[in-house]
């Protein structure tokens, strides 16, 4: 089973930037057969899928981020990363990372990473 753990939050102000970054435990080596994707969670509100990789490579973004945040993964290292800019207040949000397969695919969820994005 993979493990998860996403870092690289905090708070910054609209329009900053921040990297977000999405360590992977994997023994099994599958991390590069799979797309993998940044989610997000506000209070009261369920997970949003707003970025993935495929494992080929290409990548898909929500319309509210496309434009602003970059998703890219480093395979050898089991790593997924999201760089996020021009940062706004509704971006903020607790921060999770996992595969794209689908709900009844994904990986046990990590603590998430949050961000606060305020003046």
């Known amino acids: 089973q993979v493990q998860l753990r996403e870092s690289g939050g905090g708070a910054v102000q609209p329009g900053g930037s921040l990297r977000l970054s999405c360590a992977a435990s994997?023994?099994?080596?599958?991390?590069?057969?799979?797309?993998m994707a940044w989610f997000r969670q506000t209070p009261g509100k369920e997970r949003e899928l707003i970025a993935t990789?495929?494992?080929?490579?290409?990548?898909i973004y929500v319309d509210s981020v496309k434009g602003r945040f970059i998703i890219s993964r480093d395979n050898a290292q089991h790593a997924l990363y999201l760089q996020m800019s021009n940062l706004k207040p509704e971006d903020t949000a607790v921060y999770y990372c996992?595969?794209?397969?689908?709900?009844?695919?994904?990986?046990?969820w990590g603590q998430g990473t949050q961000v606060i994005v305020s003046s």
């Open positions: 996992n595969n794209g397969a689908g709900t009844y695919m994904y990986w046990d």
């Open positions: 994997d023994p099994g080596n599958i991390f590069p057969l799979y797309d």
């Open positions: 990789m495929t494992a080929t490579g290409s990548t």
